[in-house]
């Protein structure tokens, strides 16, 4: 069975953004993820709103068909929002104002108190819950005890790893432990960041892997090739037809 595939399309909006114009149209280029092929479209609402709006998510909510995960601080304010979109499932990010991107799993074991009534809030409302942590068993014997759905594993080690042997040996030990624990517990096992078109075969080998959200690899090969072809390739990936 395929791997899903999850398009996070905030690069899209950092674009618009360069600009005070509507150019490219969110929207529009979210049924352009959703015509080749993804699964469901990711975007990451931030604090600042350094890239994606309130509007835009409402609107890609509102104009696709493939469902919407919403990536999602902690907090009131963003728990309220996921509430209102009803997105298909929320996935639960650090956020710090001056990272360039996520940069690590959330501290879910120092923060379960505070975070699982959110969780909860959001499973109430039948969103699908996921945690996005370091692939640490550990880490993910509490992102369990909060009550969620799965994790998403931080990848991002793993692809910084990818040009040397030794430490992307490491890196893959890790996911796949992680993954292995997640199965044998009956725990949704989801993987996302710095995932290309050449670190992702990897990850093929991982049997209760669900889904994979992608951004930057498939934002900047679409300059090139479209995003109709961009998303294409990499679905053909994760379903085994280029091997
Ligand atoms: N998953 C999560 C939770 C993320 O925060 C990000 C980056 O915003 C991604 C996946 C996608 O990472 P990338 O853009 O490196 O593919």
Redesign the pocket.
Known sequence: MSIKL?I?I??AATLRNARAENDPSIVEFALAVQKGGADSI?M?LREDRRHIRDNDIFLVREHCKIPVNF?MAATVEMLDIALKLNPMSA?I?PEKRDEV??EGGLDIKNKLAEIKPLILKLLEYKIDVFI?VEPDIETIKYAMESGATGV?V?T?AY?HSFGNTTARKKQLEKIFSAAQFCVENNFEFHA?????YHNIYELLKISNLVE????????SRALFSGIHRAVHDMKQILSGHDQ
């Open positions: 999850g996070n905030d690069h990711t990451h990536e996935c990010v991107t996520t996005f998403e931080h991002g692809a996302g960041h710095g995932l290309n994979v959200n992608i951004g930057h690899s498939i934002l």
